[in-house]
């Protein structure tokens, strides 16, 4: 096995998914294909976090309900967010009443969550297992950087954390669903980049190494995929991402046509600076656009890659540097 590449020879299936959304995200360019977007940023709870929570669960119900799947009949749930200790998550688990996996990969939480559902699915540990992640703005902007009340000025390199939750149920047995192929698990890149407001480029050397490993421990090249699209790297990282896989020695026409869920999801609109981020916007886009076009035969093959800065308002306050991960999933028509 090569290192950190994961291959899956019954091709664990999304039978089906879940994505809820917030009021700004209506101007989203891929909110067409969200489930349910709600007209309050709280959705309609008394608190950030609490709003954070029932997004989450809604998504999970949706994924159920597309499957006609109890809760009762899920076997594990994998679920992180980017609130201290994960507590929405966990107040998710204790709604569902599942046997729960809190996980912690920043805003690449969703795919390592998937990562994991499908080896418990290939091992025969589980037969439905929901994965997913989620990220509310005020909760999170607050925590990492300040209060939203306090209006200070961001530069253009930030990124604005999207109010979204998307859940995915992974089954096995399924056919004429989008399946996991293969995986590769993140290593924690850390090229001493300090500055919060600028993760894209703390976090492209990290989708560079993950790609780089995925090709070639399958054999592959971009070219042989429909679609390969990262999670959050935002404009600014993309942009720094293309150089580092151009300078790996891919093929520029092929490594341009790479494209980005953060750098994307808001358009053109340069009230977003850079792009989109949080724990929700990957999942978000991969759960509900990338599905849908392999759904619908538009295409065959993605490699999508989730992105994740691994700081925490402890370490900024120290001036630590970021250390980051991506995990990439191969999906496919099964």
């Known amino acids: ?166 859940y995915v149920l992974i089954a096995k047995g399924q056919v004429n669903t989008p399946a996991i192929e293969a995986a590769t698990v993140g290593k924690v890149i850390d090229l001493q980049q300090t500055d919060p407001f600028h993760m894209g480029a703390a976090m492209a050397p990290a989708a560079c190494d993950t790609i780089t490993r995925h090709l070639k421990g399958r054999g592959q090249k971009l070219k042989d995929y429909d679609l390969v699209m990262t999670g959050d790297l935002g404009k600014v990282g993309l942009s720094i991402l293309k150089e580092m896989l151009i300078k790996e020695g891919m093929s520029k026409q092929d490594v341009m046509k790479i494209r980005d869920g953060g750098a994307e999801y808001y358009g053109d609109d340069d009230g977003f600076l850079a792009g989109a981020s949080g724990a929700g916007c990957s999942a978000s886009v991969f759960f509900s656009y990338i599905l849908k076009q392999l759904n619908d035969k538009k295409i065959e093959r993605v490699l999508a890659v989730a992105t994740g800065a691994l700081l925490s308002p402890l370490t900024v306050q120290q001036n630590e540097t970021i250390p980051c991960t991506a995990h990439a999933i191969e999906i496919s028509m099964k």
Request: glycine content about 10%.
């Open 1 to 166: 096995m090569d290192q950190g590449v994961l291959y899956f020879p019954s091709k664990p299936a999304i039978i089906s998914s879940g994505v809820v959304a917030g009021p700004v995200e209506k101007q989203s360019v891929f909110a067409t294909d969200f489930d349910k977007l709600y007209d309050s940023e709280r959705a309609d709870e008394d608190t950030n976090e609490k709003g954070h929570q029932t997004m989450a669960e809604q998504a999970c119900q949706i994924a159920l309900q597309k499957a006609n799947v109890k809760k009762q009949d899920v076997d594990f749930l994998m679920s992180g967010d980017l609130v201290n200790q994960m507590t929405p998550s966990n107040f998710v688990a204790a709604t569902l009443g599942v046997p729960y996996i809190g996980l912690f990969s920043a805003c690449a939480t969703a795919v390592s969550g998937v990562i994991i559902a499908s080896l418990l699915t290939e091992l025969g540990g589980s037969r439905y297992a929901l994965a997913g992640a989620a990220s509310q703005h005020n909760s999170i902007e607050r925590q990492f950087r300040y209060p939203v009340e306090y209006g200070g000025q961001k530069p253009g390199t930030a990124q604005w954390t999207v109010t979204a939750a998307g």
